[in-house]
């Protein structure tokens, strides 16, 4: 899944005499094997990923220094290397986590696609450093350096959430950088909530984001014994947090898909992911639909939203044998399939 280089890391395999210097502490859009290149080259770098499945690729691939969650642990860093995400306020997020940790004159790279926001980094870097450089572009890509300019305060994870309220619901979300629903609920969710019958039982939140769905069908059915589960480290961050705010208790832990799941539920319920990075990204889902009958209970069911244009259904029906579409409007459906 990460074995061929982006076209990101072709571009910075040019730079492995800049990069190689001093052991950089490298966080950001892991798609590939970068690490292992730039151990390659010189010091091995320090890994920080919000990125569950990345972690446990590279965790298993080579034994390098990889460490998942939604802070980096507290040890200096020689310098910084950001490969750019998809959200920019995430890029913040990511600098105010790390810098804290270089002193001043430590080098700070960013690099990305040149689609993907990285022509933001002299903004970025601007609060922390007098000169921005741009060092190389190529393969569609960019990478920019600069030297940390004064010590950066130390990290306040609480001045990074943001609030919005549910008002039906009587919920308050908190959200963090790049999690999905982290400004508002999205009209998928909300189609789904509204669609939600009398639920009871062992239920998994499949890909939690900020925690609106699970923090809702808590709040609806008290007595559920919910399980929420992400990919992204700031998602599960943001649904403890939602959690915790409304006073309301769940199992929240990271897994690829339905690997770190165990047991059979009596329901599962999913807005499935649809984006990774740049990329429109299916792999996920196609996998819960292909799976989720094995971890329902006889009568459990599977309710999930999704864009009406994908072929769901499908799947849905190889799987289960059926597919009910419970709700729909131009853009989204809701499907429900019982084992």
């Known amino acids: 899944m990460f074995e061929a280089l982006t076209p990101v890391s072709e571009m910075l395999a040019r730079n492995l005499d800049t990069l190689s210097r001093q052991p950089l502490l490298v966080c950001g859009l892991l798609e590939d094997d970068l690490p292992g290149m730039l151990a390659g080259a010189g010091p091995a770098p320090r890994v920080f990923t ?125 959200a963090l950088p790049g999690v999905f629903s982290a400004a508002h609920l999205d009209s998928g969710s909300k189609l789904l909530l509204g669609t939600l019958t009398e639920l009871e039982g062992r239920v998994l939140d499949f890909g939690c984001g900020a925690g609106v769905i699970g923090a809702s069908l808590l709040k609806r059915h008290p007595g559920l014994e919910l399980e929420l589960i992400d990919i992204n480290a700031l998602a599960l961050e943001a649904s403890r947090l939602t959690l915790a705010e409304n006073r309301l208790h769940a199992k929240v832990y990271a897994s690829d898909g339905l690997a770190q799941v165990t047991g059979k539920f009596d329901h599962i319920v999913t807005n499935p992911p649809f984006h990774a990075g740049l990329k429109t990204f299916y792999h996920t889902t196609e996998s819960l639909l292909t799976q989720a009958a094995d971890y329902l209970l006889p009568g459990g069911s599977l309710i999930l939203v999704a864009n009406a244009f994908l072929p769901y259904p499908e799947l849905i029906e190889r799987s289960f044998g059926h597919c009910d579409t419970l709700a729909a409007t131009g853009k989204f459906k809701i499907y429900r399939a019982t084992r």
């Open 50 to 174: 919000t990125d569950f499945r990345y972690f446990q690729w590279l965790k298993h691939k080579n034994g390098a220094d990889v460490e998942f969650g939604a802070q980096p642990r507290t040890e200096t860093a020689a310098g910084l290397l950001l490969l750019m995400p998809k959200a920019k306020a995430e890029a913040d997020y990511l600098l105010a986590a790390c810098l804290p940790l270089l002193a001043p004159g430590a080098p700070i790279f960013i690099a990305g696609d040149n689609k993907g926001g990285v022509k933001a980094a002299p903004k970025l870097l601007a609060p922390y450093c007098k000169q921005v450089n741009k060092l190389d572009s190529a393969r569609r890509a960019s990478l920019y350096q600069a030297d940390l300019a004064s010590p950066v305060p130390a990290f306040t994870p609480a001045d990074w959430i943001s609030r919005y309220p549910l008002t039906e619901e009587q919920l308050q979300v908190c």
